[in-house]
């Protein structure tokens, strides 16, 4: 039976590779990519380039094509999703000083400093293992709605904060095989860098990240508990397809099971948050009291405007 295809793509790649005059380069790649029409987040740096971009089948064949013509990017691995739509409103590319940002005196580059890359069935086995410390590369609103089995949860809300974090915490790595990984492996590619420069050996990372962890057809997602946080609309994306699905975070109000992510309803807030529609409701959406009974609250906005017709 013929499978039906969604008309949509979802493109998540990354490549740390030298871009001379990469501020000329961002600004030719917006325009290339409002040329094809598909929508998304890059980012551009001398270091490399991080994106996730979503169009047709068509336009997107046409994107990585065209990368792959171009001798800088020609390694470049893509992880597609389909879609039935676009996830993302806009096309944006920026330029910054680092595709992953650390800010440190003497930056890491990937290419000469990283941990040892582990595919996912050798990471699976590695978790199994009792020596092992697993790190969770990425924010810690990510690890909420979904991590593996004893990962540390780190204590940051940006990336930039793993090199303090890690130095406080040393002894939670000292003598350990360590684990670590992110959505892509763009992240932890910087972070194993960094373990190995503040004197850790054994440092490894999952290739490809959680999103090719899940597509994995030897081990599918195995072991994964919740979902895996996504930088677009879809907020979050299911990876475990081997074993019934598991919920593991809890909503902000009540503590019960809950993996929907919303933004405080108090204009000015737009903290994000873990809210259940029932909490939602009760709440206004809000993240505090003070935010619920807010004039610029979205709720009270609607019910003063339906009061006026």
Same mark, same amino acid.
């Given at each position: 039976m013929k499978r039906n295809v969604r008309p949509y793509r979802i493109l998540l790649y990354y490549l740390y590779t030298k871009i001379e005059n990469s501020e000329d380069y961002a600004e030719l790649h917006l325009k290339f990519c409002k040329s094809l029409g598909v929508l998304g987040r890059i980012i551009i740096a001398h270091e490399g380039i991080n994106g996730t971009i979503s169009g047709t089948i068509d336009q997107t064949?046409?994107?990585?094509?065209?990368?792959?013509?171009?001798?800088?990017?020609?390694?470049?691995?893509?992880?597609?999703?389909?879609?039935?739509?676009?996830?993302?409103?806009?096309?944006?590319?920026?330029?910054?000083?680092?595709?992953?940002?650390?800010?440190?005196?003497?930056?890491?580059? *990937?290419?000469?400093?990283? %941990?040892?890359?582990?595919? @996912?069935?050798?990471?699976?086995?590695?978790?199994?293992?009792?020596?092992?410390?697993?790190?969770?590369?990425?924010?810690?609103?990510?690890?909420?709605? %979904?991590?593996? @089995?004893?990962?540390?949860? *780190?204590? +940051?809300?940006?990336?930039?904060?793993?090199?303090?974090?890690?130095?406080?915490?040393?002894?939670?790595?000292?003598?350990?095989?360590?684990?670590?990984?992110?959505? %892509? !492996?763009?992240?932890?590619?910087?972070?194993?860098?960094?373990?190995?420069?503040?004197?850790?050996?054994? +440092?490894?990372?999952?290739? !490809?990240?959680?999103?090719?962890? !899940?597509?994995?057809?030897?081990?599918?997602?195995?072991?994964?508990? %919740? #979902?895996?946080?996504?930088?677009?609309?879809?907020?979050?994306?299911?990876?475990? #397809?081997a074993e019934p699905h598991q919920i593991v975070s809890k909503c902000f109000h009540c503590g019960e099971p809950c993996e929907r992510y919303v933004n405080c309803a108090q204009l000015e807030c737009h903290a994000q948050f873990l809210c259940c529609e029932k909490c939602d409701v009760e709440t206004k959406r809000s993240c505090c009291e003070e935010h619920k009974n807010s004039e610029r609250n979205e709720y009270n906005i609607k019910e003063r405007e339906a009061a006026l017709s």
């Open positions: 064949n046409a994107y990585i094509a065209a990368m792959r013509m171009d001798p800088r990017f020609e390694k470049m691995e893509f992880k597609i999703d389909e879609a039935d739509e676009h996830c993302f409103k806009k096309m944006f590319v920026r330029h910054r000083s680092e595709i992953v940002t650390m800010n440190l005196d003497e930056d890491i580059d *990937p290419n000469v400093t990283s %941990g040892k890359k582990l595919k @996912p069935k050798d990471f699976y086995e590695a978790l199994q293992r009792d020596d092992v410390v697993i790190v969770d590369g990425r924010n810690d609103y990510e690890y909420d709605i %979904g991590h593996f @089995p004893n990962a540390i949860r *780190p204590e +940051v809300r940006v990336f930039k904060e793993f090199p303090e974090w890690i130095r406080k915490n040393r002894e939670m790595f000292e003598g350990k095989k360590i684990l670590a990984y992110c959505t %892509g !492996g763009i992240r932890c590619e910087k972070l194993t860098g960094l373990f190995l420069k503040e004197g850790f050996e054994d +440092v490894n990372h999952l290739h !490809g990240g959680i999103i090719n962890y !899940g597509k994995d057809k030897e081990v599918r997602g195995k072991g994964w508990l %919740g #979902k895996c946080y996504v930088f677009d609309e879809r907020i979050s994306v299911d990876i475990n #397809k």
